[in-house]
């Protein structure tokens, strides 16, 4: 399975209809996966934060079975163009 930065930005995106992602690969040795995502999506509208961190997670299944570790933040666009401008 490919577990890139790249392949998990590219289905975030197609999966969540997400407008930005971001994803870093914290993996320090070929161990365990690590990665940190940030989702920006309309779909995280009016919807707490759990629920946004299970959309990312069933949009992830398959290869969250794969990573060790995995840090995320879910933002609607409001919410990211806000912090753009801090």
């Known amino acids: ?51 946004r961190h299970r959309l990312v997670n069933t949009c992830l299944a398959e290869e969250l079975l794969h990573i060790h570790a995995f840090e995320q933040k879910t933002l609607t666009p409001e919410q990211w163009a806000r912090e753009q401008q801090k």
């Open 1 to 51: 399975m490919d577990l890139s930065a790249q392949y998990l930005r590219e289905k975030l995106q197609r999966d969540l209809e997400a407008e930005h992602v971001e994803v870093e690969d914290m993996t320090s040795n070929r161990c365990a996966c690590s990665f940190r995502v940030l989702v920006v999506s309309s779909k995280f509208e009016g919807k707490p934060l759990l629920q």
